[in-house]
């Protein structure tokens, strides 16, 4: 059983910045990718933002030079650094774990800017 469980989320003023983490425990195993996704209401969940085991990033064109993924593999922590934060980037932002046979997601985390 694997265990995903984000934080950081919550209320911010548009052009603020907020640092969501997600923490990965149980019987893990081997790790491919971990990676950040958002689903705004009435939207499909889409990318923001994906880093492999090796430390390749990968970030969608709507949040790239705002927001930095980044990860602590000894903790088995991601964490999303998003910088200059606006409306449309109110979602739910969930942790995905890609792992060497299932994936795993976490149960996501409210991040809404609004002034």
């Known amino acids: 059983q694997v265990q995903l469980v984000e934080s950081g989320g919550g209320l911010v003023q548009p052009g603020g910045s907020l640092r969501l983490s997600c923490a990965a425990s149980?019987?893990?195993?081997?790790?491919?990718?971990m990676a950040w996704y958002r689903q705004a209401a009435g939207n499909q969940r889409e990318l923001v933002a994906s880093i492999t085991s090796g430390s390749r990033t990968n970030y969608a064109d709507s949040v790239k030079g705002r927001f930095t993924i980044s990860s602590d593999n000894a903790k088995n922590t991601v964490y999303l650094q998003m910088n200059s934060l606006k409306p449309e980037d109110t979602a739910v932002y969930y942790c995905?774990?890609?792992?060497?046979?299932?994936?795993?997601w976490g149960q996501g985390t409210q991040v809404t800017v609004s002034s």
């Open positions: 149980g019987s893990i195993g081997s790790i491919y990718a």
């Open positions: 995905k774990l890609t792992g060497a046979i299932l994936s795993y």
